[in-house]
Nanobody, 116 residues
């Protein structure tokens, strides 16, 4: 069964840091793209950061310089280190992964709350 399992998240004060992790099941092979989206209350799910198997990285403008995505292809895991958090970063964070030409597979989501 192909699935993604997230960990991390929680409540943090503004200016603090959190680390999110995502692990793909061993059966989920040939992953090409992986990363994170987030959904804030009352808003659509927006792209946050992505990384390809080859190491190409993209960030949303709002998180550049504060968030860092990394991946361990051998372990089928990837992480999002979030620093200098602001209340606007609050939301449910979903990890995703896809194979070439295939739709995203999504994690279950993890809540991140940044208090002012």
């Amino acid at each position: 069964q192909v699935q993604l399992v997230e960990s991390g998240g929680g409540l943090v004060q503004a200016g603090g840091s959190l680390r999110l992790s995502c692990a793909a099941s061993r059966s989920f092979t040939r992953i090409e793209n992986m990363g994170w989206y987030r959904q804030s209350p009352g808003k659509q799910r927006d792209f946050v950061a992505g990384i390809t198997r080859g190491g190409n990285i993209n960030y949303a403008e709002s998180v550049k310089g504060r968030f860092t995505i990394s991946a361990d292809n051998a372990k089928n895991t990837w992480n999002l280190q979030m620093s200098s958090l602001v209340p606007e970063d609050t939301g449910v964070y979903y990890c995703y992964a896809n194979r070439p030409g295939s739709l995203n597979v999504w994690g279950q989501g993890t809540q991140v709350t940044v208090s002012s």
